[in-house]
């Protein structure tokens, strides 16, 4: 069964939007020709995600989103994990004069982008990358449903 899931891991959070995450990030996969199979979104804090970098990708240091995509071919339905470190999305809300709404917004999206196969590794990409939230964003606060 096709499904986005959204679940909170050892953190005080309360995440109550998952329908209208879930049909948002649908609608934005479909931009791409794409389809979303198993996505699992986890919401958790910066030591576990600092964790799961150092463990996974040999990176120490902390960061809002890890992406892990699970498909087996390009050609398969959208599949992986996606962990947001609420701490860090909160401080970069505050870092950018935005409201923890948007940015959570941001890194949900951004997470489901890295799965189309946006990179933000290069300067050139981060940019392409941003232009693309920003599109999903204009969907999600923008459309009237």
Known sequence: MKQVYFDVHEIEFQFNESEKYSQWLQQV??????EIGD??????SDEFVLALNQEHLQHDYYTDILTFDYRNAEEEPISGEIFISIDRVRENAAEFGVSFE???ARVIVHGLLHLIGFDDLEEETESEMRKEEDKALELMFHVKH
């Open 39 to 44: 996505l699992h979104y986890l919401f958790c």
């Open 102 to 104: 948007n940015e959570l």
């Open 29 to 34: 996969a479909s931009l791409y020709s794409q």
